[in-house]
């Protein structure tokens, strides 16, 4: 379990990182371009793919590594009884949550296999895709951490 977590982990960093690094690129051409007052098409477009995909890739990374917003003052003040049932209830209800997005977002997708993208003529469903994916991600660490609740998940991987 550990090696496919690792696995996931490390193809999660890395589209993360090509992500941002193809960002980055078209935006610096839209802007060198544009100066030159000449347009790139499907610059912007893609450039919105890619967000959208870092989005939610990043999101499943950040719940693999703890990294997401936590109010922890309260719930410090309360017995550690009642921190574990605390604690099992927010990941049922984000477990909830991503089944739930899971669900829709695939029929999104599937809906939007028909409809292309103005400028680039890509299928919606390229952009609709993460949802689904992360949801997929989301749910796999999210168990993970229930069932091992005490073990700390978190660290940068070796790429």
Not at 4 to 29: E, N, Q, R
Not at 65 to 78: D, I, R, W
């Amino acid at each position: 379990m550990q090696k496919l977590t690792d696995f996931i982990v490390k193809l999660l960093y890395w589209l993360c990182i090509i992500a941002i690094t193809g960002l980055t690129a078209i935006v610096f051409l839209q802007v060198v371009s544009r100066t030159i007052k000449m347009s790139i098409p499907g610059t912007e477009e893609l450039a919105r793919l890619l967000v959208v995909w870092l989005t939610f890739l990043g999101s499943s990374l950040a719940i693999h590594e703890k990294m997401h917003l936590a109010v922890n003052y309260f719930v410090g003040l309360t017995s550690d009884k009642i921190q574990r049932v605390m604690y099992v209830f927010v990941h049922v209800l984000m477990i909830a949550f991503f089944c739930i997005l899971l669900f829709y977002g695939t029929n999104l997708t599937v809906l939007a296999l028909g409809t292309t993208s103005s400028t680039l003529q890509m299928p919606m469903s390229v952009f609709y895709g993460a949802i689904p994916l992360s949801a997929v991600f989301s749910l796999y660490f999210l168990v993970l951490q229930m069932l091992n609740p005490e073990k700390k998940v978190g660290g940068e991987p070796e790429l």
